[in-house]
């Protein structure tokens, strides 16, 4: 009998396990602590971290205490006999293994508080309905006061954004699809010519033509609609994915197209018939690109669509909301969580293609 031969492990290939798995953790973490937090009430994050909802130690009320309602809160206060400050009823001050602290300063009650295990376990969902639907919500405040907030209201943004993202994802790569084909398999005079200024293209930054291309736009009438948002990110798109394409078509056999030529079928139909379903991998792997390009987008936006409401896309109204609720964490969170779900969806839905079409063309053969 012959013994297998085992194949040598590869040396080091431990150390690059290792090394992913830090990369997976450290993206991992504050993925969660966006997503725990996002569901969490206004008044517990004002409180405490989004890691109170693992089993911890914490402080938890016993008893409760009621003061006399005339007591002057800018005097020091009596509490079971000791003196304290307002402020430090405000923050939690410990008295041996108690902790003393407002539960509702205007009705002036203090919590007697133990240390305790437990979780934080109050989820909500109001968070994505205020930051959606832009209705009023109301904050308990640590001293028992109530604020009233308003809502964002990124529902219609959010809906913009998907109005903006699928055509200006489906246009450039069904143009794209079609240019690639022809640079690869078809003879035209010109083509290398073409061909090279489609790769000069690509180290051209898009800040160059924003200003020019806006005077256009000006002129046309198409600035600030959807129409005109589409074409800008066509065109910056456009040398990446034929470039992106043609490494994918150009490896394909020839005798499919030899055999498709001499069987009568045109160059649409071997196109549509032929090259379509075998670029799947790599169709699917440049639309990740480009959506996830365009679903990020602020400066294109920015300059070609504008920041009103009625147009406003999501990347913009989070950066207005960082500007205008910087501490409403709890909007914050949710707002962002709602950013990063469709990109996410896309991505899951389109990754068992995704490595075979980036290294699709790659190797010959």
């Not at 205490?65 to 402020?87: A, H, M, S, W, Y």
């Not at 800008?232 to 990446?240: C, D, E, Q, V, Y």
Request: charge should be positive.
């Amino acid at each position: 009998m012959r013994k297998k031969v085992k194949a040598p492990r590869r040396k080091g290939h431990w150390l690059v396990n290792l090394i992913l798995g830090i990369i997976c953790v450290v993206w991992f973490i504050p993925t969660l602590g966006l997503l725990i937090s996002s569901v969490r009430p206004a008044a517990d994050i004002l409180q405490t971290g989004w890691w109170t909802v693992i089993p911890h130690r914490q402080w938890d009320t016993v008893s409760q205490i009621k003061l006399d309602r005339e007591t002057d809160l800018r005097k020091p206060i009596q509490v079971n006999g000791q003196t304290f400050q307002d402020d430090q009823l405000k923050a939690g001050v410990e008295v041996g293994d108690q902790r003393l602290i407002w539960e509702n300063r205007r009705a002036r009650t203090v919590n007697v508080q133990e240390k305790k295990w437990g979780a934080s376990t109050n989820f909500t969902l109001q968070n994505y309905e205020t930051v959606l639907g832009g209705k009023e919500y109301k904050i308990t405040q640590p001293d028992g006061t109530v604020q009233t907030e308003q809502g964002s209201g990124m529902g219609r943004s959010f809906w913009n954004t998907i109005a903006v993202v699928v055509p200006s994802t489906v246009i450039p790569i069904f143009i794209a699809s079609f240019a690639a084909y022809a640079f690869a398999w078809l003879k035209f005079k010109g083509r290398k010519a073409f061909f090279i200024v489609v790769i000069a293209l690509l180290v051209v930054p898009l800040q160059v033509a924003l200003i020019p291309i806006l005077r256009d736009y000006t002129a046309l009438g198409l600035n600030g609609t959807y129409f005109g948002i589409w074409m800008a990110h066509t065109a910056f798109g456009l040398p990446l994915i034929t470039y992106f394409m043609y490494n994918s078509i150009s490896q394909l056999p020839k005798d499919l197209f030899e055999s498709a030529f001499m069987d009568g079928a045109s160059n649409f139909t071997i196109f549509s018939k032929l090259i379509l379903p075998l670029s799947v991998p790599a169709l699917a792997s440049i639309c990740i690109f480009q959506f996830l390009w365009v679903w990020n987008d602020y400066l294109v936006s920015l300059i070609f669509l504008g920041s009103q409401p009625e147009v406003q896309v999501l990347s913009m109204s989070i950066a207005n909301l960082v500007g205008s609720r910087g501490n409403d964490w709890h909007l914050l969170t949710a707002a962002a969580f709602v950013s990063m779900l469709t990109p996410l969806a896309v991505f899951f839905a389109l990754q068992k293609y995704f490595v075979r079409g980036l290294l699709g063309g790659s190797v010959k053969g």
